[in-house]
């Protein structure tokens, strides 16, 4: 997660991933590092989003982009999925 330009690192923000492996539903949030980088492990297969969110105690006047990523299917890694953090409108 980053903020600005060049992009200043923002931690403590939650990443869900939320779907199905088969037919089974998946569900993991961890939280992401002081850095702002995070690593979210899913079983091969998964299909579904990641989503960004703020803990409740955080301030909500920010926005994610883009608010989720979708998947299909996932047999490999995936790098470089950033979110910027902007002003909610």
């Known amino acids: 997660m980053t903020a600005g330009t060049p992009g200043k690192p923002v931690p403590g923000v939650n990443i869900t991933a939320n779907g199905l492996v088969g037919t089974v539903p998946y569900n993991l949030t961890i939280q992401n590092l002081a850095d702002g980088t995070y690593i979210i492990t899913v079983p091969v297969a998964f299909t579904g989003t990641v989503t960004p969110s703020w803990p409740v105690c955080r301030n909500r006047r ?14 490999m890694n995936y790098i470089g999925k950033d979110y910027k953090v902007k002003h909610a409108p």
């Open 62 to 75: 920010y926005i994610f982009d883009p608010p989720n990523y979708s998947y299909s299917n996932v047999g």
